[in-house]
């Protein structure tokens, strides 16, 4: 059973950076897609970022040229590297692992991490 860890969420002011890691642990994050997702209060689950198996990335629009995922597969670990951050980036952050099969997808998730941009 695949297990995510998000660490590196807090409190930064606008414009200020933050790198979030999620840890790997139970198998091998080369084997998955690889994404994170926020939740704002109010709000649904969004897509922020994801990595393919093969090494291709995608960025939602509202984060593209600030924000950037990465893996280390050495370390099973997976990153987001968060500049110019906006109060409308505050939210809890989720890192996501899928592997597809014929069946369809299997999603795991992590706990969340918090992430306020606030003056």
């Known amino acids: 059973q695949v297990q995510l860890v998000e660490s590196g969420g807090g409190l930064v002011q606008p414009g200020g950076s933050l790198r979030l890691s999620c840890a790997v642990s139970g198998g091998m994050s080369s084997d998955y897609t690889m994404g994170w997702y926020r939740q704002a209060p109010g709000n649904q689950r969004e897509l922020v970022a994801r990595?393919?198996?093969?090494?291709?990335?995608n960025h939602a629009d509202s984060v593209k040229g600030r924000f950037t995922i990465s893996r280390d597969n050495a370390k099973n670990t997976v990153y987001l590297e968060m500049n110019s951050l906006k109060p409308e980036d505050t939210a809890v952050y989720y890192c996501?692992?899928?592997?597809?099969?014929?069946?369809?997808?299997?999603?795991?998730w992590g706990q969340g991490t918090q992430v306020t941009v606030s003056s």
């Open positions: 996501n692992a899928r592997k597809s099969t014929t069946w369809g997808d299997n999603d795991y």
């Open positions: 990595i393919h198996t093969g090494g291709y990335r």
